[in-house]
């Protein structure tokens, strides 16, 4: 688990194919790496992964099929900067919200412009996760925890502070960039928990309106 926090902007140091999938090296920049072991947990834009090797200024981890289909990290090379957070511990201050490193879909940049001495963007989420943004709700955005200012549709607005652009990647975004999202977990465990019973039929559609309506969720 983790909070949201980036810690330190890291880079990709090399990308390596092996039996079908990835070997990556990512140095670690600023990132306290004293306290990491072996099989540990680190987040990169989000993602959550498990350090294989540690040679001293960064680590090794291999990044799966799935982890390639189901996220930005496709697009990254060696140079590409890199949002790093370590797992939290029982004693991290919880300064984000909590955040699993599992990436559920794949956003896009659609447009930024200054405010005041912020940085507005609109991003373009999955169909499929829109239900699960709401206007003031926390969203994960390449690892980096944010408050969502305003929602249409699938589209979603983020206004993001000097200290944030200067702690994150998030400085580099320009229209057309691919962002690894991850939605609240309690949103997700709360449409779980209204399907009830229905949750454990298979191929269930999901919640609908009418479903809602029918157990009180919703006036008719």
């Not at 330190?8 to 306290?32: F, M």
């Not at 960039?177 to 465990?189: I, K, P, W």
């Not at 009830?196 to 919703?218: M, R, Y």
Request: hydrophobic share 40%; glycine share 10%.
């Amino acid at each position: 688990m983790f909070t949201g926090i980036i810690e330190a902007i890291g880079s990709i140091r090399a990308l390596s194919p092996k039996g079908g999938d990835v070997r990556v090296y990512v140095a670690t920049g600023k990132l306290d790496l004293g306290d990491v072991k072996l099989g540990d947990s680190i987040a990169v834009n989000g993602v959550c992964l498990t350090a294989v090797e540690l040679p001293g200024d960064g680590f090794w981890a291999d990044v799966s099929r799935e982890t390639l289909a189901r996220t930005a990290f496709i697009d990254l090379k060696a140079g590409s900067p890199v949002n790093l957070e370590k797992a939290l511990t029982p004693t991290t201050r919880l300064g984000g919200h909590l955040v699993s490193g599992h990436v559920d879909g794949v956003g896009e940049v659609l447009s930024r412009s200054d405010n005041a001495r912020a940085v507005q963007f609109t991003i373009r989420a999955p169909r499929d996760l829109a239900k699960y943004i709401a206007h003031k709700g926390s969203i994960t955005v390449d690892g980096t925890s944010l408050t969502v200012n305003a929602v249409n549709g699938a589209e979603f607005e983020l206004t993001i502070v000097p200290h944030t652009l200067s702690e994150t990647i998030m400085a580099d975004y320009r229209p057309g960039r691919q962002v690894n999202l991850e939605v609240d977990l309690l949103a997700r465990y709360l449409e779980r928990l209204l399907l009830g019973d229905k949750a454990a039929e298979p191929k269930a559609s999901g919640l609908t309106e009418s479903f809602l309506a029918a157990h009180g969720f919703l006036q008719k």
